[in-house]
């Protein structure tokens, strides 16, 4: 089982809403992402847990704010969101950072759109 | 990470073989060679990686030149439903202090046809 799941899969919110997309995986994996993707583009890293710590923020504004309860969870808050946000949100997870078999596995996504 | 060169589109013939080409001139002796692949709104998907040696899996084959320089990725018979965008990517592996982003670029567009 490979399975990374995302919800919502769709989500329409207002600039001045808060809202949060959640991530799950039952892999045992201990690194989880987010990803962002624009249309036509191809996916950039924003996030990076390891062990339900933040590794890397790759200068991601302050309206996103990535949360880990625990080591199958991964939360992105969201709040203030310009349009210009508006993408698909991809979360991925894999065995660790380090080790050889550090396959990357994502999910469906979540598509977002801000208005 | 060193960086990838694909062209960006190519068509192939449905029950063909794709040969998908990557060049990565720059990479180094302890990159690996990733592909992935992302179908149309859906989340990537992994098919294969590799150091040196050419690697087979279910999904696909992955030939590595002697000098690491490039690198094929073989769909051995085409379907219709292996359109989509095709990502390859070269990332360190090893330690947590040398952890590589999975970086992509932009990919190659293959359509197969009937």
């Known amino acids: 089982d490979t399975e990374v799941t995302q919800t919502p899969k769709h989500l329409v919110m207002g600039m001045t809403n808060k809202k949060s997309l959640k991530c799950e995986q039952h892999?045992?994996?201990?690194?989880m992402y987010w990803y962002k993707q624009k249309a036509k583009k191809p996916p950039e890293l924003m996030f990076v847990?390891?062990?339900?710590?933040?590794?890397i923020n790759e200068s991601v504004p302050s309206r996103f704010s990535p949360e880990c309860p625990n080591s199958s969870l991964l939360n992105l808050h969201l709040h203030a969101l310009q349009p210009e946000d508006s993408a698909l949100y991809l979360c991925?997870?894999?065995?660790?950072?380090?080790?050889?078999?550090?396959?990357?596995?994502f999910g469906e996504g979540s598509w977002l759109t801000v208005v | 990470d060193a960086k990838t060169t694909q062209p960006p589109s190519m068509d192939c013939a449905e029950g063909r073989a794709a040969n998908l080409p990557c060049n990565h001139s720059t990479i180094s002796g302890n990159e690996y060679v990733y592909w992935y692949r992302q179908i149309h709104s859906q989340g990537p998907q992994y098919i294969i990686h590799?150091?040196?040696n050419n690697e087979t899996n279910e999904m696909a084959s992955l030939i590595i030149t002697e000098d690491r320089k490039s690198s094929t990725l073989i769909l051995p018979h085409a379907t219709l439903r292996d359109t989509a965008v095709y990502y390859c990517?070269?990332?360190?592996?090893?330690?947590?202090?040398?952890?590589?982003?999975?970086?992509f670029g932009a990919g190659t567009q293959v359509v197969v046809t009937p």
């Open positions: 990517i070269v990332r360190v592996l090893g330690t947590t202090d040398s952890w590589g982003k999975l970086q």
């Open positions: 892999m045992g994996h201990r690194a």
């Open positions: 991925a997870s894999s065995q660790d950072l380090g080790s050889i078999g550090n396959t990357i596995y």
């Open positions: 847990y390891s062990y339900e710590k933040l590794s």
């Open positions: 590799g150091l040196k």
